[in-house]
């Protein structure tokens, strides 16, 4: 992050403005618990760290070509979301936005094994 204004907190909380955010990929692997393709896939437990969610099933976003400002979805072991399953096991690389997100995950690969 780069801040461009910070306010000390003073009775309230401290704030910061900042201009740019940089994002990192994370990488998890995980069983398929269900599958909204070609859109989403949900991932769960066991095997999803408890630190992606209080349920520890967490939706994935998985991205066409057709999505308006987003590269596609890679795959590999599957040639679309079409071809996932539940109880798959599959590893994703992905940007993380947290569990308030309405799709937590948003997909840049997709790895069936």
């Known amino acids: 992050m780069h ?4 306010t000390a907190a003073s009775g309230t909380p401290a704030s910061a403005t900042v201009d740019f955010v940089g994002l990192r990929f994370t990488r998890v692997t995980g069983s398929v618990s269900s599958v909204a393709a070609p859109t989403s896939v949900s991932i769960g437990s066991p095997s999803l760290p408890a630190f992606f969610g209080q349920i520890n099933i967490e939706l994935a976003e998985l991205n066409t070509a057709s999505a308006p400002s987003t590269a596609p979805t890679n795959y590999d072991g599957v040639s679309d979301g079409f071809g996932l399953s539940v109880n798959n096991t599959v590893s994703i690389r992905a940007l993380y936005f947290g569990p308030s ?4 995950f948003t997909c840049a690969k997709v790895r069936k094994h």
């Open 3 to 6: 801040v461009s204004s910070f």
């Open 101 to 104: 997100s309405a799709k937590p």
